[in-house]
């Protein structure tokens, strides 16, 4: 591979770095993952990963181990309820076509980072703890990028890699100061002990509210809930889980033994609700943006990581790949061929989110009453149209 004969530099140790080190390492590329954390810390509670974010993970090489830890809906049902516990409609996710890959698991943050951390030291990938991109030169008539490090290190690269989240330096190197955008929700998440009996995905819908309950593990599972939260409030963060309680004081039915269960603050967590959405190009010469640092999206189809990890599939394999092109015309068209796709996940993401978000106890029910008429054939749309852009890009 003669066009990345001096490797590739990726920032950020998130899903997407961690994917594309693990993918370009797979094919005897030489890769550096540059990380700002002192050492390997991964926070948050749950994640969804539904079936074309496992089939990617079969592409990275870690789906045994993730079936493994996590907890796999293998009929992918999605009982919705009121905020009573009153039943609205149930919905099914389906498999990617063609596999028989379960429609969704649900597995510790935690888990799924220490699993891709296993792969990367199995495949001897070079790591920058504690480090950040000081500077880089990318001149034309150079052959390889120049990258310092602000530990005074120098690497350099065929390409560098922007995989550094919603709050990307690297992008900011890019183009400037181009802020994430306050979607004006809130996400309350928390993780208790897995009832026997819970083995499916749950939404409770609530007004202006929504509560999900999901198994991740044999052991756990993941409440996850939303409140609109304009202005940014700030909560204090000893009284979360007393804060958590009283946002979802009305909530009853399966919900009310978690919220009750809350007893520390150190069980809650709470985030804003931030999108990016960067317009192309997403790169610039030899350097490029991945993951949330390009596409950011509000969490409510559950798609946030899936589009980091199929990105990195897709870099990995164009880089990989000789066409003649040079880098730049590469990385050009990498972003044009995934922009329309992740565009599409933040748009029905967004539009779910803000149904969800309804204040009007009328509209509530005119929205459960659209659901039972509408909900599966909106799930069906969905992955139909996830899988026509895939056709369309093979």
Sequence with gaps: MERLQHGVVIVGGGIAGCTLAILLAERGVAVTLVERQQRWQFHGSGIFVYSNGLAALEKVGVLPAILDSGFAIAGGRNIYLDHRG???TDTFYPSVPG???????GIRRAELHRILLARLQALSVQVRLASTVLSVEDRPENLALQVELDNGERLQASVLVGADGVRSQMRAR??????PHDTGFGVWRSIHRRPAQLVDKIMMMGVGKRLGIMPISQEQLYVYATTNEP?????????????????FAEFGGPARMFLDDLRDPSQAFYTVVEEVRLPLPWSRGRITLVGDAAHASTPFMGQGGAMAMEDSIVLADMLCRDT???VALTLAAFGRQRQPKCTFVQDVSRRVGEAGGLESADTCAARNV???????????HFYRSLHAFDMATA
Excluded: C, N, W
């Design 231 to 247: 202005g940014h409030p700030h909560y204090d963060p000893a009284s979360l889980h007393l804060t958590m309680r009283e946002k």
């Design 99 to 105: 596999t028989q890959l379960p429609p969704i698991l």
């Design 324 to 326: 003649g092109d040079g």
């Design 86 to 88: 009153d039943a609205i």
């Design 370 to 380: 659209r659901m039972r008429e509408q909900a599966q054939a909106d799930v069906d």
């Design 174 to 179: 890019l183009f400037g100061a181009i802020e």
